[in-house]
């Protein structure tokens, strides 16, 4: 039986790992965290994926069942079994810098019981330069040459939440290799779970730099499209319905405004790529720029809750619905939606948050819809989510007393009008 080892068990490495699993192979996931492990060994994760009509929560426990995924997070007895190593440790921010432990713990761990002919393939979103100038230096540190002894490529991931195991199969790959035989190796070990091109780059850093720049160009658009959506509501228009007719243009692909920017990729990209800049001497102007407007639409909705309360003289709870990063997720890493609520209640506001699908519990969060539209008039939509019907907002609150700011376009201003309620778009 063919088998692969995946390092890092989160949104993008657990799915990961039961792709492979999934195509027959024997699949060792390790994850530093043992909470992770034991839940996972139990079949139990909160992730919101499904593939071909079946939830990773079942197929999780298929694939401990028929013993194709085996948790741990014991390094020595995963990388003993196998010839190929996926790595998909994150590179968190802290203070605008990229925090490279994890991913140098990682090396070393692999470093330490690493083979003759062994490939690593690391898939992490990384600084520029970090495959050939951090991670690779630490694989030979115990006397092992790559690409004599062994083999290294990277390839980017570029999965979305919630479309993970679709996109492994049906995304074109970029990858680049130390030398040929790390490409060959690498290509043959992505083709058992991708069906599209895979493209190969001249080098570790075009691919690197390449996965930024798509996170980076969303960072962009999304700023571009929040700045537009303060000259709409100036004018009176419904920036979603602008948006939605410039992009019949068919050279025109713009997002959609919201409540901020969040999860661990865009937010993070800027970071990785200034990064590097600053070592070479390059500014980033407008992806600077786009990183600190994204930053402050937090309290720009923030903003704008006060400024309603203020002018229809309601009472200072305010019920909050959704605190993913995006709509229909379960992750709130770095979701602008905390953010939101911890500026509220520093402003004296009373938060009451719903959102079924976020597992992290808070001391503002609610468990039932009703429990959050208790006693308040005033309710925030910041995520869409399975789980929250709308619609029910209007049994608990009678629309005459209803005011509602929607920063994710599930009501119109007709809803408004047919139901009486009074709507505030951002």
């Known amino acids: 039986m063919n088998s692969v080892c995946v390092i890092g068990l989160g949104y993008v490495g657990l799915p990961l790992a039961l792709s492979f699993a999934m195509k027959g192979y024997k699949v060792f996931g390790v994850d530093s965290n043992e909470k992770l492990i034991g839940e996972l060994k139990n079949g139990e994760t909160h992730h919101l994926e499904s593939y071909n009509g079946k939830t990773i929560q ?177 004018m009176n228009l419904d920036i979603f319905e602008v948006i939605k007719v410039a992009n019949t243009h068919k050279r025109v692909n713009l997002l959609y405004p919201g409540p901020g920017v969040g999860g661990f990729c865009i937010p993070n990209a800027f970071y990785y790529l200034d990064a590097k800049a600053q070592e070479l001497g390059v500014e980033l102007k407008l992806s600077k720029t786009a990183r600190m407007f994204n930053e402050g639409i937090p309290y720009y909705i923030s903003d704008l809750v006060m400024k309603t309360i203020e002018k229809h003289k309601c009472s200072k709870k305010v019920a909050v619905l959704g605190i993913a990063m995006k709509d229909y997720s379960s992750d709130d890493r770095l979701s602008p939606a905390i953010e939101i609520i911890k500026i509220l209640k520093d402003r004296g506001i009373e938060v009451r948050a719903f959102d079924p699908a976020v597992k992290t519990e808070y001391d503002f969060k609610v468990s039932t819809l009703q429990d959050a539209l208790k006693d308040v008039q005033l309710v925030l939509i910041l995520a869409k989510q399975h789980g929250i019907e709308f619609e029910e907002i209007f049994e608990y609150i009678p629309p005459s007393e209803t005011i509602i700011i929607d920063t994710r376009n599930v009501f119109s201003y007709n809803d408004a009008k047919e139901k009486g309620f009074v709507l505030e778009k951002i």
Do not use: H
């Open 58 to 234: 079942e197929i999780l426990k298929e694939q401990l069942e028929n013993g194709n995924f085996i948790p741990t997070v014991d390094y020595k007895q995963a990388l003993k079994n196998v010839d190929d190593v996926i790595v998909t440790v994150p590179i968190p921010v802290y203070g605008g810098k990229p925090y490279f432990d994890y991913l140098i713990s990682c090396a070393k761990e692999i470093s330490k019981n690493l083979r003759k002919n062994q490939l690593i393939l690391l898939r992490s979103t990384v600084v520029p330069g970090t495959t050939r100038n951090i991670f690779l230096p630490i694989l030979e540190e115990n006397g092992l040459r790559c690409g004599k002894d062994f083999y290294l490529a990277y390839a980017s991931e570029r999965i979305a939440e919630g479309k993970a195991f679709e996109e492994f199969e049906n995304m074109p790959t970029a990858l680049a290799g130390f030398c040929e035989n790390s490409v060959r190796r690498a290509v043959d070990l992505i083709k058992v779970i991708c069906k599209e091109e895979i493209i190969v780059a001249s080098s570790f850093e075009v691919v690197e730099t390449a996965k930024v720049i798509e996170n980076l160009q969303r960072d962009i658009n999304i700023a571009m499209v929040n700045e537009f959506e303060r000259f709409t509501k100036a």
